[in-house]
């Protein structure tokens, strides 16, 4: 037996010790463990192809297990990797030959607190899990991504998410107060004793675990802000005469303070897919905790969409969407796989001036590429400042077209001053592109990351590790 | 394929080829396309955080699931092309039908499920019984129904004026009316006052299951639809058959208690 293979055994012996029968090495378990739901990865599954296989999973149920499995990964120099609800899009979660820390066994809601509204939970937890607990007191975190029926907490924090209903409560780095963290190196952040609203006591490590996507440990625990469940809803579909339109109407609304709930424009080419519709439009839902502030957004919203000239054409739409809106797999198992085809999305955000005009050229220049069929549209996360729009790509089904249209899409946005993603994350699939974006900022990440991790073993191979010659 | 979806994409000659082709191809496992809408509802995956012991895995080795899977059907509700998992992990079984007692009004009573309780019951009741083997081998080795079999029981069972189940899994098989939603129909009043568990099977129709209770006296202080009695022991009262496996009371305890008495 080869000195790793030795090394390899005495390694999972320990493992054992810390975490018992929770704990694997079944090649079938590590299979599922080897994906996530990067589109590339699914593709090459469905094809039979070999993945990138771990070494084996724990289910640690405590913080004191977390950290001895991580303290035992830097005694073995053998890497791990934070894996929650294996719903990101980027293969950010799996790592080769790593040990997966699958947090899920440690779940609990740790204390809901109603008078300072907020929510404190293990890392592990389901997000949607969460959201019907709070539901059921008549709270929400009104955090919810299209991976809502998968995604775990501690997952969300690590890709810095967004949530259908960011427009309104934020993104989770607004919903985030405090965090619990095992660092690479086998140290401890614990939560603060008692969270406050704001401080200005230096800058705050615990935020670099917002998209640190595995990379600097595991996030174990984690306070939220929660809210009341809204007593008041309008939901209502406007149809503009073209996309550029909707865009600008977006842009009053936002500057109005109106802040809708949820406010998506879909091109007509994803408006046919989606609604069987050809006309560009968008779906509004206003939420508030009093008729007055409803009624008064509502009639501001009839106004700008007068004033826009748009057609008020109801709820039915909203409805439709609101049924749907988790399915990812029906038109990919129904149309796309049968068809050959393959598809992935990509979403950026940008500022108003700059929106339309990315909107057009990646619509222009991906379609180009040989072996796009279809390039859909819709934007959806608005600021003050701008907006997300999220591109859904389908195309033959080969891995040289599938980087093609990567390679187009993240120079078409970077050259046009948008970012290369807005709430996706980097993982494997945007590692290539992260300079250029980041500039000087990623030298810095990498060494906020090797004070983290100096063994390199915290979910390595991704966008943060450093080469020798960057020491 | 709408026609309006069709617009929005570009037409090759190999994309029109396939779409020719499109009704005639069919995706045989769709789990692998899916980051697991389901999940959430899995018994087995919510008691571990284990991917494996999930949908997840149980679509990816037969035998992960013929061992783990509780068949209980929660993530078929769950999932948008209600692909039936649960009976992917091994060949057809064929349901056959054996009448014990004829009459106008019977008792559909599934082999190895609720004998303990239907034979009783249709006695008691004065309904005739009829007696349906294969059933437990859908809901317990993960066997799909042959469907010329289905359709024969069915065309049977059309011969009666009124048929009811006390088991989930016939109803769900054979979509037979429950005889928990219809016991005003025979008189029953129950004098109970607690938890009420609801099987796995029967979520879809927790609501007309209680109200049907609520009509014949019971008084329920809480529905429990989170537990999954091949897993655990249910709190509260039970209405599947099954769970006096587990020694847990019933509701088909009470009514035997309630026609005895």
Known sequence: MSERSILKEDFLKRVKIIVGSRFTDDPRILKVYSRDFWPLLTLRESRGDELAMPLAVAWPKTVEEVTSLIKLCNEFKIPFTPYGGGSGVTGAAPCRDCLVIDVKAMNKIIELNEEDMYVAVESGIMIKKLEEYLNSKGYTIRHIPQSFPEAVVGGLIATLSTGEYSTKYGGIEDLLLDIEVVTADGGFIPLREKIVPRTSTGPNIKKLMLGSEGQLGVITKATLKIFQIPEYTSKNTFVFNSFEEALAAAREVMLLGLQPAVLRIYDKDEAALRFNEDRDLAIFIIEEWSKALLDAKESELRMVMKKRGALEIGEEYVDSWLKKRFDVISDVVKLVVPLGLWFDTIETAATWSILPKVYREFKREVKMIKGVNSVLAHASHFYSTGGCIYFTIVFEANEEVYWRVWEKAMDTLIKNGATISHHHGIGLLRKKWIERELGESLKYLKKIKRLFDPNNISNPGKFMEWESSEA | ?261
């Open chain 2, 1 to 261: 394929m709408k026609l309006k979806t069709l617009s929005t994409v570009k037409i090759t000659p190999k994309l029109l080829l396939n779409l020719i082709q499109l009704p005639f191809k069919k995706v045989e496992k769709p789990c692998i396309y899916c980051p697991g809408i389901c999940i959430s509802v899995c018994p087995t995956f919510i008691n571990t955080g284990n991917l494996s012991l999930s949908p997840l895995g149980y679509s990816r080795y037969e035998d992960l699931g013929r061992n783990n899977c509780l068949k209980c059907w929660r993530c078929v509700s769950e999932c948008p092309l209600s692909y039936p998992l649960p009976e992917s992990y091994a060949s057809e079984v064929k349901l056959t039908l054996e009448v014990l007692k004829k009459r106008e009004t019977v008792l559909l009573s599934a082999r190895n499920l609720d004998e303990k309780y239907s034979y009783g019951l249709s006695e008691l009741l004065g309904t005739g019984l009829i007696l349906i083997n294969g059933l437990v081998e859908r809901y317990d080795e993960g066997r799909p129904v042959n469907p010329s079999s289905l359709k024969r029981i069915l065309r049977a069972l059309k011969n009666y004026r009124k048929v009811y189940t006390i088991s989930p899994e016939s109803h769900h098989t054979l979509s037979v009316p429950l005889l928990i939603e219809n016991l005003s129909g025979f008189s029953i009043r129950l004098n109970y006052n607690g938890p009420i568990h609801i099987p796995c099977l029967l979520l879809n129709r927790e609501e007309k299951i209680i109200q049907a209770l609520i009509s014949i006296g019971v008084r329920p202080t809480k529905i429990i639809r989170d537990q999954c009695l091949k897993m655990e022991e249910p709190d509260g009262l039970s209405l599947c058959p099954r769970a006096s496996m587990r020694n847990v009371k019933t509701i088909f305890d009470e009514i035997l208690a309630s026609l005895s008495y």
